[in-house]
C-alpha cells in the first residue's frame, strides 16, 4: 500500500523558515518523481515544486528562491526547506507522487506575526 507522510509544518513569523518532508512508503521511491503543492483557505490547490528521479526539479515562480526541494532516496524522503517565508505562504502543504492520485494528508504552514 502506498503511503505519503508530510511532516515540518507549524507557525513562523515573516522572514521565518521551516523544514518540509515527505516520507514515501509502498512504492519504488527512487523511480518516482514527487510534487508539493499547496492550498490556503478558500483557495484551489497550486503547485509548489517537483523533482524527477534525475534531481531534476522546478519551482512556482512564486517560491523560486526562498524553497528547495531535494530528495533522499536512501530514506524514502523529499526535503522542501522553506525560507523567507511570507503571510501569503500560509497554506495546507501536500506532497504526490506525480502523475498519480497518491497524496499525504498535509501539513499545515501559518505564517503570521
Known amino acids: 500500500q502506498v503511503q505519503l507522510e508530510e511532516s515540518g509544518g507549524g507557525l513562523v513569523q515573516p522572514g521565518g523558515s521551516l523544514r518540509l518532508s515527505c516520507v514515501v512508503s509502498?512504492?519504488?521511491?527512487?523511480?518516482?518523481?514527487i510534487s508539493w503543492f499547496r492550498q490556503a483557505p478558500g483557495k484551489l490547490r497550486e503547485f509548489v515544486a517537483s523533482?524527477?528521479?534525475?534531481?531534476?526539479?522546478t519551482y512556482a515562480d512564486s517560491v523560486k528562491g526562498r524553497f528547495t526541494i531535494s530528495r533522499e532516496n536512501a530514506k524514502n524522503t523529499v526535503s522542501l526547506p522553506v525560507d523567507s517565508l511570507k503571510v501569503e505562504d500560509t497554506a495546507v502543504y501536500s506532497c504526490?507522487?506525480?502523475?498519480?492520485?497518491?497524496w499525504g494528508p498535509g501539513t499545515q504552514v501559518t505564517v503570521s506575526s
Open positions: 504526490r507522487i506525480r502523475r498519480t492520485n497518491y
Open positions: 523533482i524527477l528521479s534525475s534531481g531534476a526539479t
Open positions: 509502498g512504492s519504488a521511491f527512487s523511480a518516482n518523481a
